[in-house]
């Protein structure tokens, strides 16, 4: 099946830093990403869709400031937490939609913990 | 409109048991509804979908069953495993919008 990898599995900043995560899809290429963050024992939640070549749609209530997106190829995405605050910590997920397939891919998600 | 409503929010079933989720969606643009399970800590994997032509389908042990006009679906676990133990959760899609809207999940615990 299709693997979509992230990077790093898990991170510890300190506050008021910036963290940048990356989305691969590693056996094939997506126009289409999406980042999810998770809040323990809750669902995922969309944040924004990814889209290669062009600027990402963020969901209501998402700050794109906060919360930068580039997808600079079909294989890659990333998220950048700008200054990030405790509040910040969560399970982030990254999912990859397979052209040739129609079918959408997981990452095996990043702990971000904000001290 | 963009809900995905399912329950129950937890389960407990004893092993060789059957486990039953539920969901209900509003929107009847939604034409993929798949199913995932989530280990903690690790992101969630596709475990079986269907499309609303079909009332029915089954892969090993794992059944999702579709009822169309009352806009439900359920996944059946059959002779459920302590290794199932697991979130899952439920979702709903158009086909080529791409954008998932997904079910608060069921916490199942499956005791040896």
């Known amino acids: 099946g299709a693997v979509v990898s992230q990077h790093p599995s898990w991170v510890i900043c300190k506050s008021g830093t910036s963290v940048k995560i990356e989305c691969r899809s590693l056996?094939?290429?997506?126009?289409?990403m999406f980042w999810y963050r998770q809040f323990p024992k809750q669902s995922l939640m969309l944040m924004a869709t990814?889209?290669?070549?062009?600027?990402?749609?963020?969901e209501q209530g998402v700050e794109k400031d906060k919360f930068l997106i580039n997808h600079a190829s079909l294989t890659l995405s990333t998220l950048t937490v700008t200054s990030a605050h405790p509040e910040d910590s969560s399970f982030y997920i990254c999912?990859?939609?397979?052209?040739?397939?129609?079918?959408?891919?997981f990452g095996p998600g990043t702990r971000l913990t904000v001290l | 409109q963009q809900q995905v409503k399912q329950s129950p929010q937890s389960l407990i079933v004893q092993k060789g048991g059957i486990s039953i989720i539920n969901c209900a969606y509003e929107?009847?643009?939604?034409?993929?509804f798949p199913w995932y399970q989530q280990f903690p800590g690790k992101g969630p994997a596709l475990l079986i979908a269907?499309?609303?032509?079909?009332s029915e389908k089954k892969e090993g042990r794992f059944t999702i069953s579709f009822n169309k006009s009352a806009k439900q679906f359920s996944l059946h676990i059959m002779d459920s495993q302590p290794g199932d133990s697991a979130t899952y959760f439920c979702?709903?899609?158009?086909?080529?919008?791409?954008?998932?809207?997904f079910g608060a999940g069921t916490r199942l615990f499956v005791k040896a």
């Open positions: 999912s990859a939609i397979s052209s040739l397939r129609d079918e959408q891919f």
């Open positions: 056996d094939f290429q997506a126009t289409t």
């Open positions: 990814s889209n290669e070549g062009s600027k990402a749609t963020y």
């Open positions: 929107n009847t643009a939604f034409d993929y």
């Open positions: 269907i499309r609303p032509d079909v």
């Open positions: 979702a709903a899609s158009i086909t080529g919008g791409f954008k998932t809207i």
